[in-house]
């Protein structure tokens, strides 16, 4: 037995001690023999909790075998070698016992479990699939240790290629050594296929515009033949035939007067004895010395292209785009600039965000009707990055609205008709009821707007119905009334409906109107586009929100036509929200238009010298953050240029637009070209001349920075993998300027590298790279550890190669099954308690027991029978009358109490 917590056993004493000491000098109610039995059980009850309480646990020997069979999945594992495996463990269960327990798990980056731990006797193929891109050998044996149970033999039987790409091995066994767990290694001869892969591709990290670039491409071979190597540089392709020889092959590329930029080197090698696809392809990045390159991202035809203009006039290479780039080509650009451009997804979002914090790049986003909180940024990760809020006051507004709420109430409404597609024919309901949906919807945009705004709820079928009067809003039991009268019965007439809101809007006194139709758009009705050409003459503008279903084409280009949004509602758990999003979005007058000049804020090197600009006609209201530097403000002081550190990086906001409607007279301006050209400069990153040098080595990326830095300089490069994972790597200095450090490639795809060098004053250079690996490291040309399988075995006192019929021998340890024993001993304490209790209060006397059975066994029926005087016996003396014991008074009152009991 053993005590999980010994030190509870110290208070035994001084708990017997008090627990004495009340039993001395308390008070009792029974006789002195009786007291003393109780105060024993007491003391007796109160040692056993004590040691209940210090957690004992029985131990015991277990004979239980576990043996789980751990099997190398990853791409280096070829198809013979997975039959070898199977075929392994179908000759080991042959050999187990009836009472052994077997599992089976599969490995390459991560782990999962095939078959569950439990008596297993029938050989089952593998159907569980891993991550094959690596192998991670070391988190497979921490992770199958978690699955063993902790008793018995424990074995773990590994079988695979000793081929690791991440982890240590050698360290997770000695964690399942410390535990008892014997690890044997069965090593696999996968035969490697016939392969050819470019292990490294080395260009200078910068060069000079027109300089012909000289690259040196390494490839390795398993086999020798003829192949053709095809080198890519920017808008130049270079086949050149090559003659591989087995090992390794240095092929040196010229490539003719490159241009300013980053460069993307890429080179591929096609050799047909090659059965290894994934690595053919190696590349560099080469910063070809000159002007900064900028992407000018426009989300409207031609609102970017004065921008663009100025830019490259100014010095700026910038290039115009039609979307924000992907993680592989956002490495070619030093800086990026949105131009009235909405939210992107999430996915584009975070790679924008890595792309400042992570790489310290720039971002510029430039206002517009699609921009900032017109554009969705609200609570999003794009405004995270900006140094700007898109609520311009806090949902606080000054302009009342009227509003009128168009619902569909038809019978289509009961129930999701999903299936329907665009133009097909209804059918019978099921899922969600689109009603209580727009019941919950209307009632959070009515609790949304002011009290000063005007709302109504019409309801359409085949006719209207105001279920809500257009009138100021009123009370919510009001509300509450119009919206439970929605009920969905008849068919659906939407140009009806429309006209009847039209013409109440018409006759609000509001400047601000607008309407929002919910419809799942069953129905066909020719003059519905006509009547929302009709509403957006009046004024009014129209935002619909479908069901996905019923003629979203339709709905769609009502809502164009109104000028407002069209939301299709595939998400219809999402349909309450958008009611209040659209309400809200209307509602704030995010836009502040009119004759606006700029005004000087805080100092900058984009405003240094600036003492005069042309008015804007307008701009997208939003708030500053604290830490923002606002250089330039409009209005009655909203931020125009606002400027921050994110991260590595830095992000600006420019709440006009860059085009004629607000910035017609800035595009005519002759200091338009200068100003641009200053804006973007501020945010681009320092050490555009002096990049990390980074390379792809086999499957690994080497980093290399130099840096005229103290020697109490420190560096660390921060690398985003492809799958948005951001570590920090130190770097080891390996001369008096150079830093260098090796980061696994843990899977294909982007990666961007960023250098900081620092002091503890400060920072002292920094600088940002990448690359696009081609493959993962599991594919790169590794040899086995063979010394790998022996060190695992030695450690675990395991077997190297064990046979089939040796896998279930008993492992060298084996874990003791231990089992609690504070449930008995609380058990136990408490049947001593309620022990101790009856003694303090009943008195237990000689012949209390015939008393007791007396009144509770009732007595035999028995014919009577003639009384008979009996002598005593002659040894036994006569009691003398009136001799008895001394009667305590609890005893006379028991024995009145089982008397009357036992005469009813």
Same mark, same amino acid.
């Given at each position: 037995?053993?005590?999980?917590?010994?030190?509870?056993?110290?208070?035994?004493?001084?708990?017997?001690?008090?627990?004495?000491?009340?039993?001395?000098?308390?008070?009792?109610?029974?006789?002195?023999?009786?007291?003393?039995?109780?105060?024993?059980?007491?003391?007796?009850? /109160? !040692?056993?909790?004590?040691? @209940?309480? $210090?957690?004992? +646990?029985?131990?015991?020997? &277990?004979?239980?075998?576990? %043996? *789980?069979?751990?099997?190398?999945?990853?791409?280096?594992?070829?198809?013979?070698?997975?039959?070898?495996?199977?075929?392994?463990?179908?000759?080991?269960?042959?050999?187990?016992?009836?009472?052994?327990?077997?599992?089976?798990?599969?490995?390459?980056?991560?782990?999962?479990?095939?078959?569950?731990?439990?008596?297993?006797?029938?050989?089952?193929?593998?159907?569980?699939?891993?991550?094959?891109?690596?192998?991670? /050998? !070391?988190?497979?044996?921490? @992770?199958? $240790?978690?699955? +063993?149970?902790?008793?018995? &033999?424990?074995?773990?039987? %590994? *079988?695979?290629?000793?081929?690791?790409?991440?982890?240590?091995?050698?360290?997770?066994?000695?964690?399942?050594?410390?535990?008892?767990?014997?690890?044997?290694?069965?090593?696999?001869?996968?035969?490697?296929?016939?392969?050819?892969?470019?292990?490294?591709?080395?260009?200078?990290?910068?060069?000079?515009?027109?300089?012909?670039?000289?690259?040196?491409?390494?490839?390795?071979?398993?086999?020798?033949?003829?192949?053709?190597?095809?080198?890519?540089?920017?808008?130049?392709?270079?086949?050149?035939?090559?003659?591989?020889?087995?090992?390794?092959?240095?092929?040196?590329?010229?490539?003719?007067?490159?241009?300013?930029?980053?460069?993307?080197?890429?080179?591929?090698?096609?050799?047909?004895?090659?059965?290894?696809?994934?690595?053919?392809?190696?590349?560099?990045?080469?910063?070809?010395?000159?002007?900064?390159?900028?992407?000018?991202?426009?989300?409207?035809?031609?609102?970017?292209?004065?921008?663009?203009?100025?830019?490259?006039?100014?010095?700026?290479?910038?290039?115009?785009?039609?979307?924000?780039?992907?993680?592989?080509?956002?490495?070619?650009?030093?800086?990026?600039?949105?131009?009235?451009?909405?939210?992107?997804?999430?996915?584009?979002?975070?790679?924008?965000?890595?792309?400042?914090?992570?790489?310290?790049?720039?971002?510029?986003?430039?206002?517009?009707?699609?921009?900032?909180?017109?554009?969705?940024?609200?609570?999003?990760?794009?405004?995270?990055?900006?140094?700007?809020?898109?609520?311009?006051?806090?949902?606080?507004?000054?302009?009342?609205?009227?509003?009128?709420?168009?619902?569909?109430?038809?019978?289509?409404?009961?129930?999701?008709?999903?299936?329907?597609?665009?133009?097909?024919?209804?059918?019978?309901?099921?899922?969600?009821?689109?009603?209580?949906?727009?019941?919950?919807?209307?009632?959070?945009?009515?609790?949304?707007?002011?009290?000063?705004?005007?709302?109504?709820?019409?309801?359409?079928?085949?006719?209207?119905?105001?279920?809500?009067?257009?009138?100021?809003?009123?009370?919510?039991?009001?509300?509450?009334?119009?919206?439970?009268?929605?009920?969905?019965?008849?068919?659906?007439?939407?140009?009806?409906?429309?006209?009847?809101?039209?013409?109440?809007?018409?006759?609000?006194?509001?400047?601000?109107?607008?309407?929002?139709?919910?419809?799942?758009?069953?129905?066909?009705?020719?003059?519905?586009?006509?009547?929302?050409?009709?509403?957006?003459?009046?004024?009014?503008?129209?935002?619909?929100?479908?069901?996905?279903?019923?003629?979203?084409?339709?709905?769609?280009?009502?809502?164009?036509?109104?000028?407002?949004?069209?939301?299709?509602?595939?998400?219809?758990?999402?349909?309450?929200?958008?009611?209040?999003?659209?309400?809200?979005?209307?509602?704030?007058?995010?836009?502040?238009?009119?004759?606006?000049?700029?005004?000087?804020?805080?100092?900058?090197?984009?405003?240094?010298?600036?003492?005069?600009?042309?008015?804007?006609?307008?701009?997208?209201?939003?708030?500053?953050?604290?830490?923002?530097?606002?250089?330039?403000?409009?209005?009655?002081?909203?931020?125009?240029?606002?400027?921050?550190?994110?991260?590595?990086?830095?992000?600006?906001?420019?709440?006009?637009?860059?085009?004629?409607?607000?910035?017609?007279?800035?595009?005519?301006?002759?200091?338009?070209?200068?100003?641009?050209?200053?804006?973007?400069?501020?945010?681009?990153?320092?050490?555009?001349?002096?990049?990390?040098?980074?390379?792809?080595?086999?499957?690994?990326?080497?980093?290399?920075?130099?840096?005229?830095?103290?020697?109490?300089?420190?560096?660390?490069?921060?690398?985003?993998?492809?799958?948005?994972?951001?570590?920090?790597?130190?770097?080891?200095?390996?001369?008096?300027?150079?830093?260098?450090?090796?980061?696994?490639?843990?899977?294909?795809?982007?990666?961007?590298?960023?250098?900081?060098?620092?002091?503890?004053?400060?920072?002292?250079?920094?600088?940002?790279?990448?690359?696009?690996?081609?493959?993962?490291?599991?594919?790169?040309?590794?040899?086995?550890?063979?010394?790998?399988?022996?060190?695992?075995?030695?450690?675990?006192?395991?077997?190297?190669?064990?046979?089939?019929?040796?896998?279930?021998?008993?492992?060298?340890?084996?874990?003791?099954?231990?089992?609690?024993?504070?449930?008995?001993?609380?058990?136990?304490?408490?049947?001593?308690?309620?022990?101790?209790?009856?003694?303090?209060?009943?008195?237990?006397?000689?012949?209390?027991?015939?008393?007791?059975?007396?009144?509770?066994?009732?007595?035999?029926?028995?014919?009577?029978?003639?009384?008979?005087?009996?002598?005593?016996?002659?040894?036994?003396?006569?009691?003398?009358?009136?001799?008895?014991?001394?009667?305590?008074?609890?005893?006379?009152?028991?024995?009145?109490?089982?008397?009357?009991?036992?005469?009813?």
């Amino acid at each position: 037995m053993r005590l999980l917590s010994p030190w509870w056993l110290a208070a035994l004493p001084v708990v017997l001690g008090i627990a004495w000491i009340v039993a001395r000098y308390g008070r009792r109610a029974v006789p002195h023999r009786q007291h003393l039995v109780a105060v024993g059980l007491r003391m007796i009850g /109160l !040692a056993l909790l004590v040691l @209940a309480l $210090a957690q004992p +646990l029985w131990i015991r020997d &277990s004979s239980e075998k576990t %043996v *789980l069979f751990l099997l190398d999945r990853s791409a280096s594992i070829d198809g013979q070698a997975r039959v070898v495996q199977e075929q392994f463990v179908a000759d080991a269960l042959d050999q187990a016992a009836p009472e052994d327990v077997v599992g089976v798990a599969v490995f390459g980056t991560d782990l999962r479990v095939d078959v569950a731990l439990a008596p297993l006797r029938v050989p089952q193929p593998v159907r569980t699939t891993v991550d094959s891109s690596g192998t991670d /050998l !070391a988190g497979a044996l921490r @992770a199958s $240790a978690a699955v +063993l149970p902790t008793e018995g &033999s424990r074995r773990i039987v %590994v *079988l695979t290629d000793a081929v690791e790409t991440s982890g240590d091995a050698r360290i997770a066994a000695r964690e399942l050594a410390e535990a008892g767990i014997a690890v044997d290694v069965i090593a696999l001869d996968t035969g490697r296929s016939a392969d050819a892969l470019v292990t490294r591709v080395d260009a200078p990290v910068t060069a000079r515009q027109g300089e012909d670039l000289v690259v040196d491409v390494t490839v390795a071979a398993t086999a020798s033949g003829d192949a053709t190597l095809l080198v890519e540089a920017g808008d130049d392709v270079i086949p050149l035939p090559v003659t591989l020889q087995a090992g390794t092959n240095r092929v040196q590329v010229t490539i003719p007067g490159v241009d300013t930029g980053i460069l993307r080197v890429s080179a591929s090698i096609d050799a047909p004895f090659d059965q290894v696809p994934e690595n053919d392809t190696g590349e560099a990045l080469v910063r070809v010395l000159g002007p900064a390159r900028v992407g000018v991202v426009e989300a409207l035809l031609g609102e970017g292209a004065d921008l663009v203009r100025a830019l490259n006039a100014g010095g700026i290479d910038a290039e115009l785009l039609d979307g924000i780039p992907g993680p592989d080509d956002l490495l070619l650009y030093d800086a990026m600039v949105l131009v009235n451009v909405p939210t992107p997804g999430e996915a584009v979002t975070a790679d924008i965000a890595a792309y400042v914090e992570d790489l310290g790049r720039g971002l510029l986003v430039v206002g517009g009707d699609q921009a900032y909180g017109l554009g969705g940024y609200q609570g999003s990760e794009l405004e995270d990055l900006l140094p700007v809020n898109s609520d311009p006051d806090d949902l606080i507004r000054r302009t009342p609205i009227a509003e009128v709420l168009v619902i569909d109430t038809s019978g289509s409404m009961a129930d999701c008709h999903c299936g329907g597609g665009l133009t097909g024919e209804a059918r019978e309901g099921i899922g969600v009821n689109k009603t209580d949906i727009s019941r919950a919807g209307a009632g959070l945009a009515i609790s949304a707007l002011q009290e000063t705004d005007r709302v109504g709820i019409l309801a359409f079928t085949s006719g209207t119905r105001w279920a809500l009067d257009l009138q100021t809003k009123p009370a919510a039991n009001v509300v509450a009334s119009a919206i439970n009268s929605l009920v969905p019965d008849g068919d659906t007439e939407i140009t009806p409906a429309l006209q009847e809101a039209l013409a109440a809007l018409q006759e609000a006194p509001e400047e601000i109107k607008h309407m929002v139709l919910f419809t799942d758009g069953w129905g066909d009705d020719a003059r519905s586009l006509d009547v929302a050409q009709e509403i957006a003459d009046a004024g009014i503008t129209l935002s619909v929100l479908g069901t996905g279903e019923g003629t979203g084409e339709t709905l769609r280009r009502m809502a164009a036509l109104g000028g407002g949004q069209y939301y299709p509602g595939r998400d219809l758990d999402a349909v309450p929200e958008i009611f209040v999003e659209e309400t809200l979005r209307v509602a704030r007058p995010l836009i502040a238009e009119g004759d606006f000049f700029p005004s000087l804020g805080a100092a900058s090197q984009v405003t240094a010298g600036l003492t005069a600009a042309p008015p804007l006609q307008g701009y997208v209201l939003t708030r500053p953050k604290d830490t923002a530097v606002i250089a330039l403000e409009i209005g009655p002081g909203d931020p125009l240029l606002a400027t921050w550190q994110r991260g590595l990086g830095r992000a600006s906001a420019w709440t006009s637009d860059a085009t004629a409607r607000w910035s017609a007279d800035w595009v005519t301006w002759d200091g338009f070209v200068d100003f641009w050209g200053r804006v973007v400069s501020d945010v681009l990153p320092p050490g555009l001349d002096n990049p990390p040098e980074v390379r792809l080595d086999g499957g690994a990326i080497e980093v290399r920075f130099d840096a005229d830095a103290p020697l109490d300089a420190s560096g660390v490069a921060t690398v985003r993998d492809s799958d948005g994972n951001v570590s920090a790597i130190p770097l080891q200095r390996t001369g008096g300027t150079t830093f260098e450090g090796r980061v696994p490639v843990s899977t294909s795809g982007a990666y961007w590298v960023a250098v900081t060098v620092e002091t503890p004053d400060g920072l002292v250079a920094q600088g940002s790279n990448g690359l696009v690996a081609g493959y993962a490291d599991e594919f790169a040309f590794r040899e086995a550890d063979t010394q790998l399988p022996t060190d695992l075995a030695d450690i675990t006192e395991g077997r190297v190669g064990p046979t089939a019929a040796e896998v279930f021998d008993p492992a060298p340890r084996r874990g003791a099954a231990e089992r609690p024993l504070w449930p008995v001993l609380v058990a136990i304490a408490l049947a001593l308690f309620l022990l101790d209790v009856g003694l303090r209060r009943l008195v237990v006397a000689r012949g209390d027991w015939r008393v007791w059975r007396e009144a509770v066994v009732p007595a035999r029926s028995e014919r009577p029978k003639a009384l008979t005087a009996k002598a005593p016996p002659p040894d036994e003396p006569e009691e003398p009358a009136g001799s008895s014991r001394e009667v305590h008074p609890e005893e006379e009152t028991l024995g009145r109490l089982l008397r009357r009991k036992r005469d009813r």
